[in-house]
C-alpha cells in the first residue's frame, strides 16, 4: 500500500496517542477534533490512517448502540506496542 506523508504522520500521530490513552476510544470525528486536535485534517486521510491502522491489526471498529462507529487499540500486549511503536518511528 502506498501511503501518502499526510496519512503517515496522522497514523503516527494516533499511534502516539494510544500508546498514551491505550483506553481510549471515539468516532472518526473525535479522533479528528480529540486526539489530532487539528480542524484543518483531511476526513479522506484520516479514514485511510484508520483503514491501514486496522488492517495492521491496532485498532478496531466496532459499533456501537447509537450506530457510530468508534475506534479503540485491539489489545494491552508487546504486539501492538512495536507495531505502534514502528509507525511512530516511520511517521
Request: hydrophobic fraction near 45%; charge should be neutral; charged fraction near 20%.
Given at each position: 500500500?502506498?501511503?501518502?506523508?499526510?496519512?503517515?504522520?496522522?497514523?503516527?500521530?494516533?499511534?502516539?496517542?494510544?500508546?498514551?490513552?491505550?483506553?481510549?476510544?471515539?468516532?472518526?470525528?473525535?479522533?479528528?477534533?480529540?486526539?489530532?486536535?487539528s480542524?484543518?485534517?483531511?476526513?479522506?486521510?484520516?479514514?485511510?490512517?484508520?483503514?491501514?491502522?486496522?488492517?495492521?491489526g491496532?485498532?478496531?471498529?466496532?459499533n456501537?448502540?447509537?450506530?457510530?462507529?468508534?475506534?479503540?487499540?485491539?489489545?494491552?500486549?508487546?504486539?501492538?506496542?512495536?507495531?505502534?511503536?514502528?509507525?511512530?518511528?516511520?511517521?
Amino acid at each position: 500500500m502506498n501511503v501518502s506523508a499526510s496519512v503517515a504522520k496522522i497514523v503516527g500521530v494516533l499511534s502516539c496517542y494510544l500508546r498514551q490513552n491505550p483506553l481510549a476510544s471515539d468516532t472518526q470525528q473525535g479522533i479528528a477534533q480529540w486526539w489530532l486536535k487539528s480542524g484543518e485534517v483531511s476526513l479522506v486521510d484520516l479514514a485511510q490512517a484508520l483503514k491501514q491502522m486496522e488492517q495492521a491489526g491496532v485498532i478496531e471498529a466496532s459499533n456501537a448502540a447509537d450506530g457510530q462507529v468508534r475506534y479503540r487499540r485491539t489489545g494491552l500486549n508487546a504486539k501492538v506496542d512495536e507495531t505502534l511503536d514502528r509507525f511512530i518511528a516511520n511517521s
